[in-house]
């Protein structure tokens, strides 16, 4: 774009700086630029081709996908200034609330495409078979026949596996929307032993001693009170069955807040040890789930056992 104008009203957009700052960093997609831009897809569309008409971002074809990324110092004709001052804008300004949560964002990304069930996280170790997904199934084989809760169960992923090993799943959770997508869900991958069911954490629908296992995955944060959240937990779980826990280590990420409602910003190892405890669980054990260096983002897993 040899218009200067022009070229300066394309920057004088907020969105498209902060697409920049990302596609500086890393190549994406639009479905993950519009998870970290919290915009819509429509307009990272939108933004993207504005850019890659300007010269500043250039697109390319891989395995299915089209991913986005900064041009090559090599392909930027005369663009290279224009990059020089970006970086040095992007550098300045790598504190900022915005663009430190964009940059946690980037980091969940690449912490998925790590765990990726194709790739085992190495490209250069692809493995045709290889699969996180098939590996946490098997272990479903490995369990007794049980009755499993999966409480604050969000659109029903996980519920919908445990169903795979389960004799019976109770799958609760506050948001009657939510809930519908999960039943849809259920029913398209036709899966008929999860009983759905709207509630609060705190609250539980769900009679004393009922399930042998009790999950609250990535949930506990969202209670207005994490103790009674798994006070409960407990309460519904049968004597010999086990309460699990999956949730963030304390991170200092508040937009987490605003973009997802979140209540807590994590717990401290010690204070989930002391939640399971405190709720009259043996047993307890709590170690890292999840970590990725540079990710604010850790995944701790808890769990204990009911006398």
């Not at 190495?122 to 098997?138: K, N, T």
């Not at 009755?147 to 169903?163: K, M, N, P, R």
């Amino acid at each position: 774009m040899k218009d200067a104008p022009a070229l300066f009203r394309l920057l004088g957009d907020d969105a498209r700086l902060r697409l920049l700052r990302l596609v500086a960093e890393e190549r994406l997609n639009v479905t993950e630029l519009t998870g970290i831009l919290g915009i819509a897809q429509s307009g990272v569309s939108r933004h993207l081709g504005l850019l890659r008409e300007s010269g500043l971002v250039e697109e390319r074809r891989e395995g299915g996908f089209v991913y986005y990324q900064a041009t090559s110092p090599a392909s930027r004709n005369g663009l290279a200034d224009v990059w020089q001052m970006l970086e040095k804008v992007f550098a300045s300004t790598a504190h900022d609330a915005v663009a430190k949560a964009d940059a946690a964002r980037l980091k969940e990304v690449q912490r998925l495409r790590k765990e990726s069930f194709a790739t085992h996280g190495d490209g250069r170790q692809l493995v045709p078979g290889r699969s996180w997904a098939a590996w946490a199934r098997a272990l479903g084989h490995l369990l007794p026949a049980c009755d499993v809760a999966d409480i604050g169960c969000g659109d029903g992923y996980l519920a919908i596996e445990a169903a795979g090993f389960a004799r019976q799943v109770i799958a609760i959770d506050r948001s009657r929307e939510v809930l519908d997508r999960a039943k849809a869900l259920a029913k398209r991958r036709r899966v008929g032993n999860v009983t759905w069911k709207q509630g609060e954490l705190e609250r539980l629908p769900v009679p004393d001693a009922s399930v042998d296992i009790a999950l609250l995955s990535q949930a506990l944060h969202h209670a207005e009170s994490p103790a009674r959240a798994v006070s409960e937990a407990v309460r519904i779980t049968r004597p010999g069955g086990r309460v699990l826990v999956l949730d963030l280590r304390r991170h200092a990420e508040a937009w987490v807040r605003e973009r997802f409602g979140d209540k807590w910003l994590g717990f401290d190892d010690q204070e989930l040890e002391r939640l399971l405890a405190e709720a009259g669980l043996t047993n307890v054990r709590v170690t890292t789930g999840a970590s990725l260096a540079g990710d604010p983002f850790t995944v701790l897993l808890a769990s204990g056992s009911k006398s």
